[in-house]
């Protein structure tokens, strides 16, 4: 005991901390944040502003009150003076000062799984890039009469008398996997890849050749396993992208990158651990080896696959905002880290520009515009909307900054696509009913991004929210600030919501969806005039957030333009993942993949000339049905963000 | 002090060990024993059998007795009862159960530094495989009309407004660099391999492009560090291989290898640590920077080199002996360890077999005797003999087992050829002169293998060592048993050594020069028979033994036949290490050495019907001048060993 005490005293700048539900224990050193003491441990807290005290998701409540630092400015701005007292703080801020205990309530959890993007099933074109030979062992004698000679020509003798004489190049991890086996008389497997020759020899029985498709997005990852022979999907597994905790948007992971080396890597191995993880888990749902795995092809947008690659995205931060690259070598997965076989191929599809990724491509791929007559508009939207519109003339492409709030972050009671999530919103009899993901014994939490459109269209039909946005003061349920002017209006009372706070809309939210909706809107009005399309035959919508709203309350709110429902309208679960999975499987989508990233046309629209006056414009509701019309006059100065 | 008291309590399983004369304190687990203490802190204590307690080299000093365990029976075989009273003990042997102060004499101690392996100076043929191209910041703007594009596009095009335009495919390590310099402004030096594309881009001043090139010996690690413009050799380091301390022979390296996968990448990362040491202490003394270098080109024996590249050799442990590979793919420096630009190219240069490996072909490279129309026969001499015979009519090689003893090894009084090895014996006036190497105030050690062979030929001449290799119990110095065998001549008394020991010949020591030297004997005889050659134009002698003893020495005690001295004699510093000088500087040397792997015929001695009787009948010395006839006969049954 008295050794233990000298210890404590000893390390006095240590501190014990127990992070409660989970009663992880850690010891850090005196001052360190919560947030930083979380994520070093692996255990993740939102932090949606990379842990500047502007989010106000990172909420916990911390014991005894001596252990924590006294409470910063930036935290009285989302806790009150009371629940300060008790002990609520945000877990960015707070500093550890002593022994602490900290209860992270579910809402400023990480959830590790995200639902939805790993929804892809099926079985797909096969003709992929790598083989496994399989050579029984034979017992032939390998004495050889000849001199001189090595064990990469015994192989290859072996390949030639089964008829099968592949690339005769090996690479190093070849070698030494050859050289573990020097008999050569047992099983023998050898993975040849086209281009690489062979990369891989193993010992021992037949197993299939797997393939895993990684799709990289800004806020979520997901991962595919296929079999390469079948071109089956085997499982799949999605995760919150853990560099969130480096902003949640991909400016601010540019910001983080470009502060030097260690910052950049320190990017590059949050993704690739991320999708290690990814990857075992797809594994061990399929009963599957991580030998197994021959090859990846991983997509997502330029920002994303140059931070999975370790190239330091910088020169996307600043005009002619450039990428590294378009078209990526092949690499090893030695070379990147990923826990599969060292020598497994990884192809990364071609970007068309900086803000043009690998994941438009890959959606391209999935739906397959580019072979079509007719005029399509596909759009995909996640953190970012990208929005490509064209046929078999030709393509043309623009990305517009949706930002994160269309995913549910920076809204007030906004969260992602989860359980608990309020997806669906609408108006019967004179009421509002509402729908939770996980079904109705999910008690809700917060509103997800179709959630959150659904409500404000309801709430315009209903002419709670104004043609400028502003809610209306004398509708019921508006809750009013002390000038007298509409600042919240509550869907969901504390009595009925897992966290017993109501579940509200307010004038914030309504102008982060507006900045929102009005980028997508001038997007692909802008293309469609640059294309010269008037009239699209098919809208297809697509990504973490566009498969899964509802149309028409994003025509309502004038998300998409009336134009561009003048056909069939159809939605798409991931067609980034998907387009990754066919390339994956059939080497065909790769090349057509090369050809896409050089012939899609770039529309710019930061360099549009009307871009500036369009952009707030359209930034206001259309009429609603009973209104005579929208005058937005008036209130249009408060409208430019 | 009460809090450390506990700590030691606690930790009482650790003991703490001193190693002088550096006073190097280490605190190790009770029970390890002191060489792998000494080897763990990176201390390397002598043991060319391993660590088996059989070559007696590890000897120390402790103190106080109760820190260490009991004697071990294998300590008898070496040190008396008084001695082991003393304190005297082998490191490999002894174990540390308490506070324990080691003394490692001078001659227990692993030199660090190599004599003689070094000594390359000069400029050759330069045409390397690796370009520096240099871009001046032209301040010429990039902002460009042209959409989409890339940073890659853009440095194709300032390389096009050059003039230059090389291979345009990037590696990921350039794009890795690339990407740090967003604007491509500044300076830039960009990297050009003629097959794999641009593996580097580095930002600032123009440096000159360095290569370097290894040659990894059994016993000793080689670096030349050259400017691949000029073609000089800017600096040279040697060192012993680290490996060493699992075996001293390439026969037990393979057994250690072949434990497991542990072991394989243990001997792998020894050699690469090894020679990034020797690559650092070069950059420093040339003043230049590890990113410098772009190239590296490896040589040593096959097993050496199947190390190097993380490859099993244990292929090469039984017959028919199969190299893994003949020749190896170009690495990147990266996929090795070595702390030199991650991208920069590793060729190996082929070998021919087994056991005839990329030392020889980068020695008949330094010679040229393949394009030659004398007949050459090159003997190279370090761990192993290997000998090749021919000219441009073709080649014959074989290699065989001289065995250390010719390094100064498995000799009693032996010692690598550096300071205070005794390297020349000879007799003048009826006395015996040496002269040790480090020049006059260097106080002999020990035998280096010249010294040895000379002495041996001396004392033969002398006929003081009967034809037989017995000593002749009646010369005068000779030292006999209790039966009045000779037992030991003494060359130097121990009041003139450094070690305050005798320095003496043993009948041992003949008998492991009469292997040595018959195998090497048998085997230029074997070789000649089969390449139907009768006169040897040219003699070649080098490695690290052939290129420093007296050839008529070696010819006298019949290590080198008669026939060979037909012609020429030349001795020739390292050939090995200066073939792989030219090979790096000129990639014509490379193609000369690929043809040179697939078109030299290999001698396998041991598959030779005849070899089992030559053999020993090789054993025997030739008679002295004033000999009437060697009288082998009666004692013939001693010489098998």
């Not at 008790?86 to 579910?106: D, H, K, Y």
């Amino acid at each position: 005991m008295c050794a233990r005490d000298l210890l404590v005293e000893n390390k006095s700048h240590m501190c014990r901390v127990i992070l409660e539900p989970s009663g992880m224990s850690l010891e850090v050193p005196r001052g360190t944040t919560i947030l930083e003491a979380a994520s070093g441990a692996g255990f993740r807290i939102r932090a949606e502003c990379g842990g500047k005290g502007l989010c106000g998701k990172c909420i916990v409540k911390v014991h005894p009150p001596e252990g924590a630092s006294p409470p910063e400015i930036a935290e009285s701005e989302f806790i009150t003076q009371k629940e300060l007292e008790a002990g609520i703080r945000l877990a960015c801020q707070c500093r550890i000062e002593g022994f602490l205990s900290v209860e992270v309530p579910p809402e400023s959890q990480e959830t590790e799984e995200a639902l939805g993007k790993i929804a892809l099933r099926g079985r797909y074109r096969v003709d992929p890039t790598v083989k496994r030979l399989f050579l029984a062992g034979s017992g032939a004698s390998l004495g050889d009469e000849r001199q001189p000679s090595d064990l990469v020509e015994k192989l290859l003798e072996r390949l030639e008398e089964l008829g099968i004489l592949p690339e005769p190049r090996l690479e190093l991890g070849a070698l030494r996997e050859l050289s573990m086996s020097p008999s050569l008389q047992g099983d023998l497997t050898v993975i040849c890849h086209k281009d690489r020759g062979i990369t891989g020899i193993r010992e021992g029985i037949k197993q299939p050749s797997l393939g895993v498709a990684l799709d990289i997005g800004t806020t979520t990852l997901a991962a595919y396993l296929c079999d390469l022979t079948s071109g089956e999907i085997l499982a799949s597994a999605g995760v919150a992208n853990p560099q969130r905790r480096f902003g949640q948007d991909v400016i601010s992971r540019i910001g983080f990158a470009s502060q030097g080396r260690g910052s950049l890597l320190e990017l590059h191995r949050e993704v690739i651990q991320g999708l290690n993880g990814l990857i075992h888990k797809c594994l061990a749902r399929a009963r599957a080896a991580a030998q197994q795995v021959d090859e990846v092809v991983a997509v997502g947008n330029t920002c994303m696959v140059e931070l999975f690659s370790g190239l330091n995205p910088r020169a996307l931060g600043a005009a002619p905002y450039l990428p590294v690259t378009r078209s990526f070598p092949d690499l090893r997965a030695s070379e990147l880290g990923l826990e599969i076989s060292p020598g497994a191929n990884v192809h990364i599809l071609p970007v068309i520009s900086g803000f043009v990724g690998a994941d438009t491509v890959s959606a391209i791929l999935a739906d397959g515009l580019h072979n079509r007559h007719e005029i399509t508009l596909l759009v995909d939207i996640g953190t970012n909307g990208e929005i490509v519109l064209g046929g078999r003339c030709g393509l043309w492409a623009t990305s517009c900054a949706t930002g994160p709030a269309l995913e549910g972050a920076h809204i007030s009671c906004g969260m992602r696509a989860i359980r608990g999530a309020i997806h669906r919103v609408w108006e019967h009899g004179g009421r509002l009913h509402w729908e939770t993901l996980g079904g109705p014994e999910a008690r809700p939490r917060g509103l997800c991004g179709s959630g959150i459109i659904d409500a404000i269209a309801t709430l315009r039909s209903m002419g709670v929210i104004l043609p400028s946005g502003r809610l209306k003061e004398e509708a019921p349920g508006v809750i009013l600030d002390e000038k007298g002017i509409g600042r919240a209006f509550p869907l969901v009372g504390k009595q009925d919501t897992a966290t017993a706070k109501d579940i509200q809309i307010t004038l914030g939210d309504i102008r982060q969806i507006q900045l929102a909706k009005a980028a997508l809107c001038v997007g692909i009005m802008f293309l469609m005039r640059r294309a010269g399309v008037e009239r699209v035959d098919r809208l297809v919508l697509t990504g973490a957030f566009g498969a899964r709203f509802d149309w028409r309350s994003a025509v309502a709110i004038g998300m998409i333009p009336q134009e561009a429902i003048s056909g069939e309208v159809e939605t798409m679960e991931n067609a980034a993942g998907l387009g990754a999975v066919m390339a994956l499987l059939d080497q065909g989508q790769r090349r057509e993949a090369a050809s896409l990233a050089r012939s899609v046309k770039v529309l710019e629209l930061a360099q549009e000339p009307d871009f500036g006056v369009e952009y707030p414009m359209a930034m206001g509701f259309p009429a609603a049905r009973w209104e005579e019309s929208p005058d937005l006059t008036p209130e249009r100065d408060i409208l430019v963000p």
